[in-house]
């Protein structure tokens, strides 16, 4: 016999799975798009989101496969995802930086500006830093998970 709350887990995140592996499907694509077009900095903000996506897709499969939201590789891509939207904000900060001294000066010496306090990047971090802080939460709930597994 099913698990009524499995079955309603996978009919919750059915939708969740198709539209995050979309969308990262969709921002693969406008990344090799924008590679082609010379455009290293969209590309590179393209990328992250389709590895951001990719990850979130991965976590309802994870999700979906498992039945449970506390197990150990949902916390490990979560982990990830936490270390990927962090990092996001500031590599395409600076990928912008250097394609648009290669746009402007022709690769030539060029000045070169860079801002940790940039709002789009600390968003990101901040961001990613609630991801980090919600799998901890999941760590915790992992725990729990096990100690009700042993009991029952």
Known sequence: MKDPNVEAL??????????TLLLS???????????????????CSSMFLFVIFLLTGLIFVDI????KPF??????KMRALAV???ISGYVSQFADCIAEGI??????????T??????HSV??????????????????GHALQNDMDQIA
Do not use: Q, W
Not at 25 to 43: C, N
Not at 71 to 76: E, F, M
Not at 123 to 140: A, D, H, N
């Open 10 to 19: 996978n009919k919750r995140t059915r939708t969740d799975v198709l539209i």
């Open 25 to 43: 499907a969709v921002f693969a694509v406008r990344a090799v798009i924008k590679l082609f077009r010379h455009a290293p900095d969209a590309a």
């Open 64 to 67: 979906r496969k498992n039945g």
């Open 71 to 76: 197990a150990k590789s949902v916390i490990t």
């Open 84 to 86: 990927t939207v962090c």
């Open 103 to 112: 746009r402007n000066h022709g690769g030539e010496a060029f000045p070169f």
């Open 114 to 119: 860079f801002y940790l306090d940039d709002r």
């Open 123 to 140: 968003y990101m971090f901040l961001l990613g830093t609630l991801i980090g802080i919600l799998s901890e939460i999941f760590v915790y």
